[in-house]
């Protein structure tokens, strides 16, 4: 062994020796400094307490359990500050209302977060598909993007808008491929209750139906096609009748009632024109109760 030494020492000039020994102690030095400008990490603790070893693994499971999902199925990728980090933002985000810094946050997308703000659209976007809602499609939207906020951090977008009748019907899709198709009315019956209401709205205006079929492309919120007006028509037309007769009853009654010389009979007062004339033919009659100015027949 000693041989072996002597040999290695012969072997190594006494100049380079100097030299390798002089560099090396320079490059220590560097790095010392280095260390030293380098600022050191500021170290925390937070110390638990478990009631058993279950559960103190079942804590550290978990933990391990969070750090592997943000790391891609590694868990040495991600630090123990990150995943607090992470675990706490995440926490104080769904229950605990910071509108301050909540509203900041949105800000820098310039989405206002609580306040009433209006949002303005340029000559591109006043063109866009609108549509008729219902409010609790609104909050059935808002649920339903919270549920998938709680399981995927990625934003959803709108991705195309179907209008059906006066109802959208829109495609939200997020960078996860999450999808959530959303219609902006509910449900009565087999019918959109907004296309519903809607033909409700066209049938007791008096409008024709070429003036609602007008109104409806000038104003770009969709409309219903003649076969679906014929058919909601063809339901809604004994309704109303009934409901009709059903009014005009109680008026009569109403009238005879404010009477109290029944056996009088009641006045009624009406603009009936003569039946000669060309422009009567078609006329609704109106009579109404002299006393109460209901319409009785
Ligand atoms: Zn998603």
Redo the contacts with the bound molecule.
């Keep these: 062994m000693e041989a072996l030494a002597v040999n290695m020492n012969e072997n190594i000039h006494p100049a380079e020796k100097r030299k390798y020994t002089k560099d090396n102690i320079e490059s220590v030095k560097r790095r010392n400094n280095m260390r030293k400008e380098k600022p050191k990490p500021i170290e925390g603790k937070i110390n638990f307490s478990a009631g058993s070893v279950d559960e103190k693994n079942l804590i550290y499971e978990m933990t391990n359990d969070i750090k592997k999902a943000m790391g891609d199925g590694n868990p040495n990728r991600t630090t123990n500050k990150d995943m607090f980090i992470e675990v706490m933002t995440f926490y104080i985000k769904n229950n605990i209302t910071q509108p301050l810094e909540d509203q900041h946050m949105a800000e820098e997308d310039n989405v206002p977060f609580l306040d009433c703000s209006f949002t303005t659209c340029n000559e591109e976007t006043s063109i866009q598909k609108l549509f008729v809602t219902a409010e609790t499609s609104i909050e059935n939207r808002i649920q339903r993007v919270t549920n ?1 906020g709680k ?4 934003q ?1 977008h709108l991705k195309s808008t179907d209008i059906k009748g006066h109802v959208g019907v829109c495609k939200f899709k ?5 999808e959530l198709l959303w219609s902006s009315s509910l449900y009565m019956g087999d019918k959109y209750l907004c296309n519903l209401r809607m033909s409700h709205g066209f049938y007791v205006s008096g409008i024709l139906p070429n003036q609602y079929s007008r109104f409806c492309q000038a104003s770009n919120i969709g409309s219903i096609g003649e076969t679906t007006l014929n058919s909601i028509f063809q339901k809604s037309s004994p309704v109303v009748s009934r409901l009709v007769k059903e009014s005009y009853e109680t008026a009569l009654l109403e009238e005879i009632a404010s009477d109290e010389e029944l056996q009088e009979g009641i006045d009624i007062v009406t603009d009936a024109r003569h039946g000669t004339r060309k422009n009567s033919m078609y006329t609704d009659v109106v009579c109404l109760g002299a006393r109460t100015h209901k319409d009785t027949c």
């Design positions: 998938h399981v995927c951090k990625s959803l997020c960078d996860e491929k999450h």
